[in-house]
């Protein structure tokens, strides 16, 4: 089983910041395989970004991702207030398997 | 207009079976590569994958489940089962079902959850 380990734990930001969200992989992903989820209290969680980079249908702009082989990044350019939630990396190439979440909260 | 919508009960004792069903709308179960899966986040804590049913009924379970769990599908209801037997405490959770959608990169296709129900926490306790 691949395991996503996601850091930090918690984000403490103030809106119009820039965020930097990681995740690494037990063993290497193909980046096609990796995508991000925000999930806001009491919500589902909504797809961001898939193949580590291509964002969703309607995501904003401000929110890309990178990485490959196991590192991988979500970054937030100008946090809005609505971005502050909890964000999940999830690999789908080998079966499903989902980081245990970064919590964005503003500071 | 994509969306999945989980019903069932609430609360169950140790030992008892859970049955969710997962209705959904704006897609086929019938269509080539499409899926319903359903994963589950306890209270305070991460998203757990369990299982995946496919177009042509193919399965495929978490292992940690993989004893315990059933999901099947009708598709002229439009609707996935998931069966849980012998519940635990542990497995209160709020319990999502989620499509597996398809999407075109590069030379072939990528599937993933796109669209996701809004959840149902299902407690156990006696």
């Known amino acids: 089983e691949i395991v996503l380990t996601q850091s930090p734990g918690t984000l403490s930001l103030s809106p119009g910041e820039g965020a930097t969200l990681s995740c690494r992989a037990s063993?290497?992903?193909?980046?096609?395989?990796l995508a991000w989820y925000q999930q806001k209290p009491g919500q589902a969680p909504r797809l961001l970004i898939y193949?580590?980079?291509s964002r969703a249908t309607d995501i904003p702009d401000r929110f890309s991702g990178s990485g490959s082989g196991t590192d991988f990044t979500l970054t937030i350019s100008r946090l809005e207030p609505e971005d502050f939630a909890v964000y999940y990396c999830?690999?789908?190439?080998?079966?499903?398997?989902f980081g245990q979440g970064t919590k964005l909260e503003v500071k | 207009q994509i969306s999945l919508k989980e019903s069932g009960p609430t609360l169950v004792k140790p030992t008892q079976t859970l049955t969710l069903t997962c209705a959904f709308s704006?897609?086929?179960?019938?269509?080539?590569?499409?899926?319903v899966g359903w994963i589950r986040q306890p209270p305070g804590k991460a998203l757990e994958w369990l299982g995946v049913?496919?177009?042509?009924?193919?399965?495929r379970y978490s292992p940690s489940l993989n004893n315990r769990i059933t999901i099947n599908k009708d598709t002229s209801k439009n609707q996935v089962v998931l069966t849980i037997t012998n519940m635990d405490p542990g497995d209160t959770a709020t319990y999502y079902c989620?499509?597996?959608?398809?999407?075109?990169?590069?030379?072939?296709?990528?599937?993933?959850?796109?669209?996701w129900g809004q959840g149902t926490l299902v407690t156990v306790s006696s």
């Open positions: 989620a499509r597996r959608g398809s999407y075109v990169f590069r030379a072939g296709r990528l599937y993933l959850f796109d669209y």
């Open positions: 704006g897609f086929s179960l019938t269509t080539n590569g499409a899926g």
């Open positions: 049913i496919y177009w042509n009924d193919d399965k």
């Open positions: 063993q290497n992903i193909d980046s096609s395989y």
């Open positions: 193949a580590a980079s």
């Open positions: 999830q690999q789908y190439g080998s079966w499903y398997t």
